[in-house]
């Protein structure tokens, strides 16, 4: 069986990768054994010679011209992203976003478990029923016993803009190393731990500027192709000597 390197990647890399082995467990389940760097390159919106850079990086799986066996490969990038086993998270902030991320089910199958959620207003404490289970939100209180008693490294922070910042520090103060930020804040972090941010207003704000019928960036091109043009009407020509 292929060992699995101790490779330091970029975060872009990462990202593509777990396109990757999104695109490999839907092939597998189709039945897919051989799948090609082309396939894998529609799947990441990248071309071939990317994916097949980025999988060097981190595997010597494939041959020229034969393709990826498919199974190997999804489980060698399992392993190296870490989703062999369920990753253990925690949840800041029970709120209406808090609970509508409790309740999807996604996580559970890309191999993360949301063990437990925590939240300041005691009305909230108790056990929040999930597809996988009831997930119990707890005060705050309790954090550090359950980070510990878990090994716990990632939490999802769902709270007020006004706490964002104070409710990191308690995490990183507990040993939390990634958080995924829904806040609309920049947190300001120490160096070894990651942050996430997830702004679902400033997405659909991009969204919107590009769906206009007429993007501002068009119309000021525009405006300046204009100008030039009136410009090189304008201007005379030097006679010549």
Known sequence: MLQTREVRVSYRTVYRLSLYARALQRL????????????????????????????????????PGLGYPAAELLEHLQKVLGTTRLRPVILMGAGRLGKALLAYPGFNREGFEIIAAFDTDPRQWGHFPTSAGDVEILPIKKLEQVVSAHHVRLAILAVPAEQAQSVTNLLVGVGVRGILNFSPVILQVPEGVA???????????????????????????????????????????????
């Open 28 to 63: 597998h389940q189709r039945g897919v054994q051989i799948v090609s760097s082309q396939t894998l390159a529609l799947s990441a919106g990248v071309k071939a010679d990317q994916v097949r850079k980025d999988l060097t990086q981190v595997s010597h799986l494939g041959r």
């Open 195 to 241: 942050v996430n941010n997830v702004n679902l207003a400033l997405e659909l704000e991009q969204l919107n500027y590009f769906t206009d019928n007429k993007p501002r960036g068009f119309r000021i091109l525009s405006a300046v192709s204009k100008h030039r043009k009136n410009l090189n009407l304008t201007r005379k020509k030097t006679p010549k000597s």
